[in-house]
């Protein structure tokens, strides 16, 4: 059976390069959605702005010299190569075709819906799947949308197959994504068959056969409930190196005056320490110390060791655009509303000192440290710095993308996130840019990741994690 896709303005947004997603098929594309894409390439939203241009250019580019003829019935689509900026010259069964909605008039066979102002667009989109339905009756018709009310409607208005953009799913399940350590019940021996056991200086490294653990990457931890802990150091073809660690040193690490709480906080600082790791997620709830750890890391990476010149501070925040410009003052003046948690945890840090508030002037200066927007970071390259970024959960896998590739020489990223708090109606667990950056970077050998679970803040903020 023939599959036809109608797709709306939000995938599109979402994903620039959803057409390939479905290249085996025929894509259609509303006359409306490009009519949206066009309204949307000039807003002062810089990311949703460039994604619709990009995603014009490659309907451009698919188009080429096609005739109107031709274009209404499908023209081949061109598989994207590795940069996704281009089009190589293999083609596919696909096509794609704009359906010019328009021309679209009522019949009473089928159950168009009305123009009703305030839903116009919407309306003519799912009409366009509506006429390709009582048009095509041996074809398959989706209509493929993120909006979670669009899709109601359309199955209410007689629509038989309507879908959610999947393509940049990463995981069928949240709970799947690697925490950076696994945890046996009981003894982690019990579960080894054969182990062979070397000591290099100070250091024991047990040697386990790869094939009896495959989902242990470079840089995990190992623990179990006799207080073992082992992190792995090297993977080979046929074995897996594990670095056994005292858990009484582990737990007695500092950072700028802080220490460990917990084992996963412990952990963190192990992996924050870690000179081979380039980039580091942590992730995990509300008042678990994720802001802290990285903060008091970086204090002490830049004052004491001087490893970094400065510390770059960046959070997602998505009315960000429309409301900066309005807020008087430099661009860290206009950011301080949304990152007065470092603001709050430089006072964990400095709030004992005689004279608090000059304590906390004095680093932040001596430090170094910048507070920046994210969508003033595209097209910049930071080098000798050290990047936090703070509720990362909120960004699209394309746009962490973008921040992570603006990491320098000689820097190192931290990006922190919590699934349960996003708000980005077009974002779920699933489909975050930190899930995808968590599942893409995990076997990465200069990455690292760690979900701190522990609720540290007070125990009223524990309960609230847990029963509210």
Request: glycine residues 6%; negative net charge; hydrophobic residues 40%.
């Given at each position: 059976?023939?599959?036809?896709?109608?797709?709306?303005?939000?995938?599109?947004?979402?994903?620039?390069?959803?057409?390939?997603?479905?290249?085996?098929?025929?894509?259609?594309?509303?006359?409306?959605?490009?009519?949206?894409?066009?309204?949307?390439?000039?807003?002062?939203?810089?990311?949703?702005?460039?994604?619709?241009?990009?995603a014009i250019n490659i309907i451009d580019k698919m188009v080429g010299d096609a005739s109107p003829k031709e274009l209404q019935s499908g023209v081949p689509i061109k598989q994207a190569n590795h940069a996704g900026d281009d089009v190589s010259d293999k083609t596919t069964?696909?096509?794609?075709?704009?359906?010019?909605?328009?021309?679209?008039?009522?019949?009473?066979?089928?159950?168009?819906?009305?123009?009703?102002?305030?839903?116009?667009?919407?309306?003519?989109?799912?009409?366009?799947?509506?006429?390709?339905?009582?048009?095509?009756?041996?074809?398959?018709?989706?209509?493929v949308t993120k909006d979670i009310n669009m899709r109601i409607k359309a199955k209410g208005s007689g629509l038989e197959r309507v879908e959610d953009y999947r393509k940049d799913k990463v995981l069928d399940d949240v709970d799947l994504m690697s925490k950076g350590y696994?945890?046996?019940?009981?003894?982690?021996?019990?579960?080894?068959?054969?182990?062979?056991?070397?000591?290099?200086?100070?250091?024991?490294?047990?040697?386990?056969?790869?094939?009896?653990?495959?989902?242990?990457?470079?840089?995990?931890?190992?623990?179990?409930?006799?207080?073992?802990?082992?992190?792995?150091?090297?993977?080979?073809?046929?074995?897996?190196?594990?670095?056994?660690?005292?858990?009484?040193?582990?737990?007695?690490?500092?950072?700028?005056?802080?220490?460990?709480?917990?084992?996963?906080?412990?952990?963190?600082?192990?992996?924050?320490?870690?000179?081979?790791?380039?980039?580091?997620?942590?992730?995990?709830?509300?008042?678990?110390?994720?802001?802290?750890?990285?903060?008091?890391?970086?204090?002490?990476?830049?004052?004491?060791?001087?490893?970094?010149?400065?510390?770059?501070?960046?959070?997602?925040?998505?009315?960000?655009?429309?409301?900066?410009?309005?807020?008087?003052?430099?661009?860290?003046?206009?950011?301080?509303?949304?990152?007065?948690?470092?603001?709050?945890?430089?006072?964990?840090?400095?709030?004992?000192?005689?004279?608090?508030?000059?304590?906390?002037?004095?680093?932040?200066?001596?430090?170094?440290?910048?507070?920046?927007?994210?969508?003033?970071?595209?097209?910049?390259?930071?080098?000798?710095?050290?990047?936090?970024?703070?509720?990362?959960?909120?960004?699209?896998?394309?746009?962490?993308?973008?921040?992570?590739?603006?990491?320098?020489?000689?820097?190192?990223?931290?990006?922190?996130?919590?699934?349960?708090?996003?708000?980005?109606?077009?974002?779920?667990?699933?489909?975050?840019?930190?899930?995808?950056?968590v599942e893409k970077c995990k076997s990465f050998k200069y990455a690292s990741v760690m979900h701190v679970n522990g609720i540290e803040r007070s125990r009223l903020a524990e309960f609230a994690e847990e029963n509210l």
């Amino acid at each position: 059976m023939e599959k036809i896709y109608v797709l709306d303005t939000n995938v599109l947004l979402h994903d620039p390069l959803a057409i390939y997603a479905f290249a085996e098929h025929k894509v259609v594309i509303p006359m409306t959605v490009l009519e949206e894409l066009d309204v949307i390439k000039d807003r002062r939203d810089k990311d949703v702005s460039r994604e619709a241009r990009l995603a014009i250019n490659i309907i451009d580019k698919m188009v080429g010299d096609a005739s109107p003829k031709e274009l209404q019935s499908g023209v081949p689509i061109k598989q994207a190569n590795h940069a996704g900026d281009d089009v190589s010259d293999k083609t596919t069964e696909g096509s794609l075709a704009v359906f010019p909605d328009q021309k679209i008039t009522h019949t009473d066979n089928v159950p168009f819906l009305n123009g009703n102002h305030d839903h116009a667009n919407d309306n003519r989109i799912i009409n366009v799947a509506l006429s390709l339905q009582a048009t095509n009756p041996r074809a398959a018709v989706c209509l493929v949308t993120k909006d979670i009310n669009m899709r109601i409607k359309a199955k209410g208005s007689g629509l038989e197959r309507v879908e959610d953009y999947r393509k940049d799913k990463v995981l069928d399940d949240v709970d799947l994504m690697s925490k950076g350590y696994i945890q046996f019940p009981n003894s982690f021996w019990s579960t080894v068959n054969n182990v062979r056991t070397e000591s290099h200086g100070l250091h024991t490294i047990h040697l386990i056969e790869k094939s009896s653990m495959p989902t242990l990457y470079l840089n995990m931890f190992i623990i179990d409930d006799e207080d073992f802990v082992g992190f792995v150091v090297n993977i080979d073809k046929d074995f897996l190196y594990i670095l056994d660690i005292n858990k009484q040193s582990i737990m007695h690490q500092s950072f700028w005056g802080i220490k460990p709480r917990n084992l996963e906080q412990a952990m963190a600082f192990y992996l924050l320490r870690h000179d081979n790791s380039d980039l580091m997620i942590m992730t995990g709830p509300a008042g678990s110390g994720k802001t802290l750890l990285a903060l008091a890391y970086g204090l002490q990476v830049t004052m004491e060791e001087k490893r970094f010149n400065k510390i770059i501070v960046a959070r997602s925040t998505p009315p960000m655009a429309e409301d900066i410009g309005f807020l008087p003052g430099t661009e860290e003046e206009k950011m301080a509303p949304w990152l007065a948690a470092f603001d709050d945890n430089l006072e964990i840090l400095h709030g004992a000192d005689e004279h608090a508030f000059s304590s906390i002037d004095y680093v932040k200066q001596k430090a170094n440290i910048q507070f920046k927007s994210l969508n003033f970071m595209r097209g910049r390259s930071f080098n000798n710095a050290l990047i936090i970024i703070d509720e990362a959960q909120g960004l699209t896998q394309f746009q962490l993308k973008s921040i992570v590739t603006r990491v320098g020489s000689n820097s190192k990223i931290i990006v922190l996130g919590n699934l349960a708090q996003i708000d980005n109606k077009y974002i779920n667990p699933l489909t975050s840019g930190l899930t995808y950056l968590v599942e893409k970077c995990k076997s990465f050998k200069y990455a690292s990741v760690m979900h701190v679970n522990g609720i540290e803040r007070s125990r009223l903020a524990e309960f609230a994690e847990e029963n509210l």
